[in-house]
């Protein structure tokens, strides 16, 4: 099992400096199996589905990040 987490502090909206988007935290994690040369992986992201933005060009058109997510690996 492997836990890991990511800081992002506020950051501006656009170019301008006219708005911030709110800084946020979010936690991952995987689960995996292991065996000789064999290895089975499943990550987890955004456990806690902390509602997040990856950007914006105005206060009006910001773009939220994918919500919690399982992926094989």
Known sequence: MGVGGRYY???????????????YGIV?????????????QVNFNNVFDKR???????????SPA???TSVPA
Do not use: I, K
């Not at 502090?9 to 800084?23: A, E, I, R």
């Not at 991952?28 to 089975?40: I, K, N, P, Q, S």
């Open 9 to 23: 502090s506020s950051q501006s909206g656009d170019t301008y400096n006219t708005f911030d988007l709110p800084s």
């Open 66 to 68: 994918s919500r919690s």
């Open 28 to 40: 991952d994690t995987a689960l995996y199996y292991e065996r000789d040369d064999f290895r089975v």
């Open 52 to 62: 997040h933005f990856v950007g914006a060009m105005t206060p009006c058109t910001c």
